[in-house]
């Protein structure tokens, strides 16, 4: 007893051995089951984030070609294109041209057209619907691929889907 009444602990705080060995085994098991995990998500988020860049530039291309009442093209060149494969092109609307090659492991695959222009109306002028497709392969067993689509009258949308590589 201490001179105020009041019994002493033996164990002033902290943590035992076996504590720490539980929880260090705990977190090495996050590590070894989530760590692949993680790796593949962030492989996904490059492809998800190169497909959503793209469609931003396309329509920040259709607004600059409506506000400045002229044409406005992007030009793509694919992955088949072999002396700048795997990026696109455009004139921003300070009359800068923005050029953007994609994150390594991201493809453009394929698409209907080479160019895709808006005109002062922001329209496609063409009859029918221009794609752009991407992909990435996450792992063995996954690959992303994004379809990107602008209509004639110049709306675009993006469209996921898993394939197996």
Not at 55 to 81: E, F, G, K, M, P
Not at 83 to 95: C, D, R
Not at 99 to 120: K, M, P
């Amino acid at each position: 007893m201490t001179s105020r009444g009041k019994a002493t602990s033996r164990r002033d705080g902290g943590f035992s051995l076996s504590e720490m060995l539980a929880v260090i085994a705990i977190l090495g098991l996050f590590i070894l089951f989530g760590g692949p995990a993680m790796a593949d998500a962030f492989r996904a988020y490059k492809a998800r984030s190169a497909a959503d860049m793209l469609v931003t530039d396309i329509r920040a291309l259709r607004y600059n070609a409506v506000a400045q009442r002229a044409t406005q093209t992007l030009t793509i060149n694919t992955q088949s294109n072999v002396s700048a494969p795997n990026q696109y092109s455009f004139v921003n609307m300070k009359g800068v041209t923005v050029l953007r090659q994609q994150e390594a492991g991201v493809s453009i695959d394929d698409t209907s057209a080479t160019t895709i222009s808006f005109n002062n109306t922001g329209s496609t002028g063409s009859t029918g619907n221009l794609t752009v497709i991407m992909s990435l392969v996450v792992n063995n067993s996954r690959g992303d691929r994004y379809t990107l689509t602008v209509t004639p009258t110049g709306t675009v949308s993006s469209a996921y889907a898993m394939y197996v590589p």
